[in-house]
């Protein structure tokens, strides 16, 4: 006989799994079409968790009688939305925007809410449907259960998705199997139940789907719409980012993220990113390249009588692809490590007397680990004396922003405080060029006196005058500060969020102004509980994104450890929720108020204890493991929280379900956004977490207060 309990924890695990694998899909995809930095993430995840709690709070105002065919229709539609919403975010981008063009940050805002208003609205009015359905039928309050099985699912998919499907699947690939998954369990359902109609049409849907994407190949017609007139040659997910090489012109383009790493076939760009380094060197034997070695950047420094070059890239998939930039071998003098570039420059045992950064600006997290005083430190550990470094950013032509002069004021006093002289040579771009020795910023002399055979870095294009007076320019500009960019108090990363917004006319503090006035009329509304849960979400978004970056800084490829993170921390809900129900059913005020205390205290306490054991140099295994506790346990407070608040309530079945699932999505949203643009980047890792902690602090003491 049909167990209907099996039956609904099926239906409920399918929710939990589908929402957590789209979340990581999309979000992947949303990087891969825009700039991915993680503002950009900010606004995405905060978008996803509004629209689940607005479609949570809608849930409980509309009610359909026949439960069993409602079920159906549901699995159907999440299975085929994502699939849809893909669709429509890679083919209305060139449409509704100019193509190449970056968007502003109010159009990522309507974009991203427009493309996943579906799915999302959808996925948050299923879980108060199911909790009120199930609740209703077995006549108790089963909505902690509801959410327990649900975060099961999200657990699964988690994995899943880290270790197995973004490995060895395309986005659509991924997204096909959620579809059929869901059609299965309908399909299921509609024998059980004999639905005639849903066993016929599932089947016709299943079959469609799968030939389509047979043979149109779905994947590649997406990268040809987001980059049109260019012949997609290679495509792949990776650890670090979604790469893309592309041909224009016989020109070949790497792209990671939608982010333009460096092109074959630019002569200029590839000598200004060596030679105005090397030329300082007496004896350049042994050279660091980091980045663009297989854009044409190897052969510039083969130019000179080198012993061997290490080239390392921040996505070390690139130097797997080499063969698709040179038909050609390379030389045996370069050796290819494929290795994050950070990590190989912490573990290795070769001295360079050139380090050559060729690095986009510190737009994300990612990039950002290779502007900070601590690897500046790592790097000159591994430098002979008098080495010479080179960073470059974007030029500054002849003006400079406040928003610029700010942000290469704090990159040139983070290398003044490693290296004694700093030199700026204003190219194409701006170069910063670093030692502990003289630097010489008459480059057309020195590389005539080195007989170097270039097309553009030579006596006739360049003036030393010229280079002169431009250089000074942006010297003058410079501000003498204190501030250093660190690893976990990234000011630079912070000021070139900054600049991004200040392109588009963004005043950040008009941002800030909105969220603290919206924040507070949706604060004053709620009552202690609803309160509670609401900071409980903000603490699980903030410090989950806190643990992501201190992942992101410290080993380097979150992109594919999203899916674990997240399958980690829901693990913690499911066990929160579970032991709840089976250890207090009956909770009292002051039990609420005692979990608010722990979140405070785990929050405020997390940060300390990762930088304390980053300092200590610690195996990275162990802080591994210690992210992955603290993951576990901010998720088992927030699950056994949300299980207390919604037996504390009092209410209707989808009233509560609606109220307590909302107000913990939309404390998520409004946390992912805040802590992810403006705590970590402004304040830092530890004062951020304070803060969060803080947050629930204040509901500790209001629920205590109240607590009768």
Known sequence: MFNIERFFSWVIFSLGFTSISVQIVFLREFLSVFYGNELVIGVILANWMMLIGAGAFIGKLIIFKEYKKSIVNFLILISILPLISVFFLNFLRNIIFDVGVQLSISEIFWYSLLIMFPFCLVSGFFFTYLSSVISEKYSQNLIGRVYSIESVGSVIAGILMSLVLSIYLSNIQILILIF????????????????????IFILILATSIVMWNYFFHFDKKLKEMIFPEQKIEYYRNTPYGSLVITETQNQRNIYENSLLLFSTNDPISNEEAVHYAMVQSQNPENVLLVSGGISGTIE?????????????????????????????EFDNRVFFAGKDARLYVKNTEARYDVALINLPEPSTAQINRYYTDEFLKELKSKLNPNAVVSYSLSSAVDYLSPE???????????????????????????????SDGELIINIPALIDERKIENLYVNKYYLDT??????????????????LLNTDFNPITYYHQIILWLSQFGVDYRYVLLFLGLLLLVFLLRMDVISYG????????????????????????????????????????????????????????????????????????????????????????????????????????????????????????????????????????????????????????????????????????????????
């Not at 390392?312 to 050609?328: A, G, L, Q, R």
């Not at 005058?465 to 204190?482: A, G, H, M, P, V």
């Not at 993170?565 to 059913?585: N, R, T, W």
């Not at 609606?658 to 939309?666: A, P, T």
């Open 180 to 199: 059929l998954f869901n059609l299965t369990i309908a399909l299921v359902i509609s024998f059980i139940w004999n639905f005639s109609f849903y066993k």
């Open 300 to 328: 510039e420094v083969l130019k000179y009588d080198v012993k061997k070059i290490d080239y390392v890239e921040i996505n070390p998939f690139i130097i797997k692809i080499k063969d698709y930039f040179s038909d050609k």
């Open 404 to 434: 610029a002069r700010r942000f290469k004021s704090v990159i040139y006093n983070t290398l003044k405080n490693n290296f004694k002289n700093v030199l700026i040579i204003a190219g194409y771009r701006d170069f910063f060029i670093c």
């Open 465 to 482: 005058d010229i280079l002169k007076q431009r250089s000074d320019f942006i010297l003058k500009n410079i501000e003498e500060t204190n």
């Open 533 to 708: 849960m609401f900071a409980g979400g903000f603490a699980a978004s903030g410090v989950e994104f806190l643990l992501l970056i201190a992942f992101q800084i410290i080993y380097g490829y979150v992109y594919q450890m999203i899916g674990l993170i997240i399958a980690v921390f829901m693990l913690g809900l499911a066990i929160g929720a579970y032991f709840q129900s089976k250890y207090l059913p009956s909770p009292k005020l002051i039990s609420y108020a005692k979990i608010q205390f722990l979140i405070f205290i785990i929050s405020s306490f997390i940060p300390v204890v990762i930088i304390s054991l980053n300092n200590l140099l610690l195996g990275s295994g162990i802080i591994f493991f210690v992210i992955v506790v603290f993951t576990s346990i901010i998720g088992c407070l927030v699950g056994f929280e949300f299980a207390t608040a919604v037996n504390i309530k009092k209410g209707k079945y989808e009233n509560i379900a609606s109220e307590i699932y909302s107000v913990d999505m939309i404390g998520s949203a409004i946390g992912s956004f805040v802590v992810t643009v403006f705590l970590f980047p402004l304040l830092g890792f530890v004062y951020s977490g304070l803060l969060i902690g803080g947050m629930n602090l204040v509901g500790s003491v209001l629920t205590f207060l109240k607590r009768g």
